[in-house]
T-cell receptor, first 120, second 113 residues
Framework: DAGVTQSPTHLIKTRGQQVTLRCSPI?????VSWYQQVLGQGPQFIFQ???????GRGNFPDRFSARQFPNYSSELNVNALLLGDSALYLC???????????????????FGPGTRLTVT | LAKTTQPISMDSYEGQEVNITCSHN???????ITWYQQFPSQGPRFIIQ???TKVTNEVASLFIPADRKSSTLSLPRVSLSDTAVYYC??????????????FGRGTSLIVHP
């Protein structure tokens, strides 16, 4: 089975521009999450979507937005790019949404290879 | 806020057992602890998850004391291919009640021949 796929692999943008990153989850997975990973740090949570609804948002400005489509694929949009937005953007899918149920669980997330965004 | 602390780096040799400890003093009562492995230019890969005591799978063991303020990932008999960054992950309860997964800064494990 295909894993999580992301496109594009690499992207170079100029400050002030807008960018759209795409993610296709593993077949059958209905939850998609987005993370930003700056070099030398752990991934930082941006959004979680489940069944096309936002289920969680990290500490990111409103320039970051996302959506999930009926086929569970997802897009992450970043407007008015800043140099500090340069990072590896990771998409992860899971069967169930994180934080559900009697006990929280991050559930087993399957990560894609990421999109390397460079803002110049 | 949930926060995790891990050693920045560790060195080991092939065939040795490696234990990486993560502290998470503010872990929520109902939260699990999850560990991921990441190689350069790849997304993290799930290793193991647990709530309390000990969990073992085919690649690792996870030890969680009764107070759950820390956890230890144990990798038996490491090989060169285990050289990677290892992250522990716990959740945070954002205002509004949504679950915020929080990765630590990771432990860079280097396995020497």
């Amino acid at each position: 089975d295909a894993g999580v796929t992301q496109s594009p692999t690499h992207l170079i943008k100029t400050r002030g521009q807008q960018v759209t990153l795409r993610c296709s989850p593993i077949s059958g997975h209905k939850s998609v999450s987005w993370y930003q990973q700056v070099l030398g740090q752990g991934p930082q949570f941006i959004f979680q979507y489940y069944e096309k609804e936002e289920r969680g948002r990290g500490n990111f400005p409103d320039r970051f937005s996302a959506r999930q489509f009926p086929n569970y694929s997802s897009e992450l949009n970043v407007n008015a790019l800043l140099l500090g937005d340069s990072a590896l953007y990771l998409c992860a899918s899971s069967l169930s949404p994180m934080g559900e149920g009697h006990r929280w669980s991050s559930y087993e997330q399957y990560f894609g290879p990421g999109t390397r965004l460079t803002v110049t | 806020l949930a926060k995790t602390t891990q050693p920045i780096s560790m060195d080991s040799y092939e065939g040795q057992e490696v234990n990486i400890t993560c502290s998470h003093n503010n872990i929520a009562t109902n939260d699990y602890i999850t560990w991921y492995q990441q190689f350069p230019s790849q997304g993290p890969r799930f290793i193991i998850q647990g709530y309390k005591t000990k969990v073992t799978n085919e690649v690792a063991s996870l030890f969680i004391p009764a107070d759950r303020k820390s956890s230890t990932l144990s990798l038996p008999r490491v090989s060169l291919s285990d050289t990677a960054v290892y992250y522990c992950l716990v959740g945070d309860d954002a205002s509004g009640g949504s679950y915020i997964p929080t990765f630590g800064r990771g432990t860079s494990l280097i396995v020497h021949p």
